[in-house]
Each structure stands twice: as C-alpha cells, then as structure tokens.
C-alpha cells in the first residue's frame, strides 16, 4: 500500500539548506516546472508561490476536494492560472484560458505545480508550522545560508530595555508585509529565531 505523502510537512527528498534558500527569492518563491505547453515547447513555465488567501481563493473555486485529488476541475484550473509564469508573466489570462489545453495536460500540469507548491509555498493555514519551522532553523545553520540568517537578524528592530525584537520582514525583502508569502514570513521568523538562540547560547 503506497503512503498517502503529508503535503503539510517539508518535503523529504529537499535537503533543509535548499528549502531555506528557495523561499528566499524576491519578489515571490518560484521554481521551474518540468512541464511543457504543446506547440509552445520553447516557453519556459514556472510555478509561482501565493498567500494563504489566494490558495484559498483558488480551492474554494472547487467543491472541497482535497489537494491529493486534483483532477481536470475547476480547482485545478484556477491552481494553475495564478501559480504559472513565463519569464514574461502569467501563463494564463483566467482559468478559462487553462481550460483550452487538453485534459491530459491540465492534470500533469496541476500535479507538477502541485509538487513544486509542496516545497516552496507553505502555509500559515495548511502547514504544519512546527515542522517548517524546523526544517527552515536547520537550513539557516547551513554556513552557506549563515549571512542570510544574520541579515534577516539584523533587519529586526529592538525595543526597550530588555532589547525586544520585533521582525521587520519587510526591511529585509524590501516588500510591504502584505505583498509577502506565508513561506517569506516563515523562513525570516526561522532565521531569526535560530541566530537570536545562538546569541544567547553559551557556546554563540
């Protein structure tokens, strides 16, 4: 019997330091796809990380189906036209305009934008946040990600006293808050986090 895979949790086959530095890229997390539009072979597509509110958005456009059984439906359609780009923007239009490939295409490409979503557009709302929350410490100790993470400390500000850190996310990506994804928030929160306990750490 094939284990029903968490889509919830971290992926298991990325290592933590890459799953840090994907949610890194500005302005939103993406990733190619291995996938091709028929008769436009030559077209590079990638998938595109959203918010909470805009997955949702896209999932209410179904009848509650669950995630690990998108088909060729409406939830798959609006899936894809707001998560694909060109390197010159949106793929597609409307779901409309997704729904003109064939069927056969519309589920290889929503399972393939399913997949690389999985890695880079965690939730606040349908992730185990616990579990990123690790995976994203663990990445940030990576000596390659190490000036990311104390950029991201630094961009804190601090009040009182007591030194009072208050993230400033924004600062760091040079995005308004609300223009950022839940994985952007995570992985500054991770950073800063991890670096703030190695401070504090005896052995920091």
């Known amino acids: 019997m094939t284990k029903k895979l ?12 890459f799953l840090f530095r994907s ?9 190619a796809l291995n996938f091709r539009v028929r008769g436009a072979e030559h077209i590079k597509l990638y998938a595109r990380a959203l918010k909470s509110l805009e997955q949702a958005e896209a999932f209410e456009a179904g009848d509650d189906i669950e995630l690990e059984q998108l088909t060729v439906s409406a939830i798959t359609a609006e899936l894809i036209s707001l998560t694909v780009y060109t390197p010159r923007g949106r ?12 069927g056969n295409e519309i589920g290889q490409l929503g399972s393939e934008v399913l997949n690389v979503l999985h890695a880079i557009s965690p939730t606040y709302s349908r992730s185990d946040t616990g579990a990123w929350e690790m995976a994203l410490k663990k990445g940030a100790q990576d000596l390659s990600n190490i000036h990311e993470a104390m950029s991201m400390y630094r961009s804190c500000d601090r009040v009182g006293m ?3 850190v208050y993230e400033r996310p924004d600062r760091y990506f040079g995005l308004p808050i609300c223009e950022l994804t839940d994985g952007q928030l995570m992985v500054f929160s991770a950073a800063t986090k991890y670096v703030a306990d190695a401070i504090r750490s005896p052995d920091g």
Request: aromatic share 2%.
């Open 6 to 17: 968490d889509r919830s949790r971290p992926p298991t086959d990325c290592k933590e330091k």
């Open 23 to 31: 949610l890194l890229r500005r302005p939103r997390p993406q990733q």
């Open 91 to 102: 793929a597609f239009g409307s779901s409309d305009d997704v729904m003109r490939l064939s």
């Open 162 to 164: 007591d030194g009072t």
